[in-house]
């Protein structure tokens, strides 16, 4: 098993649309969590840390389920600059400086 | 303020040339990352510098890696006898100071150095 899974996707979903995405991981003692986008032929940033009281920044809104070991992002209203990949990132339990890296979600928004 | 800088932004080399690729981290930043991502995969980690630590080198594919870290900030990630599986991305990242909080974790990414290896 993989130590971080995603749904490679792709999502397509018109504007105005609500999406989710899980990630999963395999370390029951991993600490951190967070979400970043990478857009095309560009590198990744950081769009939200994963609190376990779960967090919401306007129209994006992550939770952590620490007994089940997934993590999730919703994304409400869809606006075509959403589209990106969205990558899950957790850190290795025992060297809390390591990150580790999901291959991403594929999101397209439609017009 | 600045955010982490690489350079070169594209290099192409020949095939059993050595590459050097700079990072400047954010100032203050004491955790520095290196990855490659090739076309359509993900993040590929490859070392890892926390302060004066002995660096973290368990994602180096084969010894004609290497990287240092000197005076805590810049970092050169230099590839010996380039090969053509060798073109990728490389991507630097760097995080701010130890601690147990979420966000000294986080990490900010420099735009990348394409490499193309012929």
């Known amino acids: 098993r993989k130590e971080v899974e995603q749904d490679p996707g792709p999502f397509n979903v018109p504007e105005g649309a609500t999406v989710a995405f899980n990630c999963t991981y395999s370390?029951?003692?991993?600490?951190?969590f967070f979400w970043y986008r990478q857009d095309c032929r560009k590198e990744p940033k950081l769009l939200m840390s994963?609190?376990?009281?779960?967090n919401e920044d306007g129209r994006f809104t992550a939770q952590l389920n620490r007994a089940s070991q997934y993590i999730s992002l919703l994304i409400r209203d869809s606006k075509l600059s959403d589209s990106a990949t969205y990558l899950c990132v957790v850190t290795l339990a025992g060297n809390n400086r390591k990150l580790i890296w999901g291959l991403g979600t594929s999101l397209a928004v439609n017009p | 303020g600045a955010g982490v800088s690489q350079s070169p932004s594209n290099k192409v080399t020949e095939k059993g040339k050595d590459v050097e690729l700079r990072c400047d981290p954010i100032s203050g930043h004491t955790a520095l990352y290196w990855y490659r991502q090739s076309l359509g995969q993900g993040l590929e980690f490859l070392i890892y510098f926390q302060g004066n630590s002995a660096p973290d080198k368990s994602g180096l594919p084969s010894d004609r890696f290497s990287a240092e870290r000197t005076g805590g900030s810049v970092s050169t990630l230099t590839i010996q006898r380039t090969q053509q599986e060798d073109s990728a991305v490389y991507l630097c990242a760097s995080s701010r100071r130890a601690g147990n909080s979420a966000n000294s974790y986080e990490q900010y990414f420099g735009p990348g150095t394409r490499l193309t290896v012929t």
């Open positions: 994963v609190y376990s009281s779960g």
């Open positions: 370390n029951s003692a991993s600490q951190s």
